[in-house]
């Protein structure tokens, strides 16, 4: 299993940027899907998840400004991120929890993170 997250870059206050992260192998089901952020010389946050049943929580700094959302087909995680500000500035992980894959005969659920996506905001 891999997830390959995509979407990060340069923007300046105020704007918008959309990561996606794809899980890829032989799925059967991911129960969590979110995004976490560490920025320098913090440890690492989780910004926004989403569970298999729609159960969605946001940290309340990025709550009414970022947007998670999922696609169970594509196995496919979103972060909408609008009017960002420059404390958003971090590198961003996509992480998959709960993820029951099979191997041969047999089936295994464990925890998986992305590569990470940096993201700057400008003020």
């Known amino acids: 299993v891999q997830l390959q997250a995509s979407g990060g870059g340069l923007v300046q206050a105020g704007g918008s940027l959309r990561l996606s992260c794809a899980a890829s192998g032989r799925i059967v089901s991911i129960n969590f899907m979110g995004w976490y952020r560490q920025a320098p010389g913090k440890s690492r946050e989780l910004v926004a998840g989403i569970t298999s049943g729609d159960i969605i929580n946001y940290a309340d700094s990025v709550n009414g400004r970022f947007t998670i959302s999922r696609d169970n087909a594509k196995n496919t995680v979103y972060l909408q991120m609008n009017n960002l500000k420059p404390e958003d500035t971090a590198i961003y992980y996509c992480?998959?929890?709960?993820?029951?894959?099979?191997?041969?005969?047999?089936?295994?659920?464990?925890?998986?993170w992305g590569q990470g996506t940096q993201v700057t905001v400008s003020s």
């Open positions: 992480n998959a929890d709960g993820v029951t894959y099979y191997r041969g005969s047999y089936y295994y659920t464990d925890n998986y």
